[in-house]
């Protein structure tokens, strides 16, 4: 079992940064596969990034490729997804998703355990 707790969301302006935590219980978080998804108002939840079980490979959409970056500190249960240069559009509740089945995951019926969601909104 795996319990995920986000952070860091909030309220910032385009061009601005925000830094996203996922701090996770229990003993196998060093070897599952994490993601970020994230879901806006009226739309359905979408992939954003994901990263290996040893952060050797990482993946994104292409809708934040080259501002956005996940990383994770396994002596820390925690994954992190760094936001740079965020624009009105990527507003939405954010989510931490964990997989202990697959080596990389970019679907939602991929991931096992899923945290609640932290919100962020950028202005324009």
């Known amino acids: 079992q795996v319990q995920l707790v986000e952070s860091g969301g909030g309220l910032v302006q385009a061009g601005g940064s925000l830094r996203l935590s996922c701090a996770a219980s229990?003993?196998?978080?060093?070897?599952?596969?994490m993601g970020w998804f994230r879901q806006a108002p009226g739309k359905e939840r979408e992939f954003v990034a994901t990263?290996?079980?040893?952060?050797?490979?990482?993946y994104y959409a292409d809708s934040v490729k080259g501002r956005f970056t996940i990383s994770r500190d396994d002596a820390k249960n925690t994954v992190y997804l760094q936001m740079n240069s965020l624009k009105p559009e990527d507003t939405a509740v954010y989510y931490c998703?964990?997989?202990?089945?697959?080596?990389?995951?970019?679907?939602?019926?991929?991931?096992?355990?899923w945290g609640q969601g932290t919100q962020v909104t950028v202005s324009s």
């Open positions: 998703a964990a997989s202990s089945t697959v080596l990389f995951g970019l679907h939602l019926k991929e991931y096992d355990y």
């Open positions: 229990g003993r196998t978080f060093s070897r599952n596969t």
């Open positions: 990263i290996n079980w040893n952060g050797g490979s990482t």
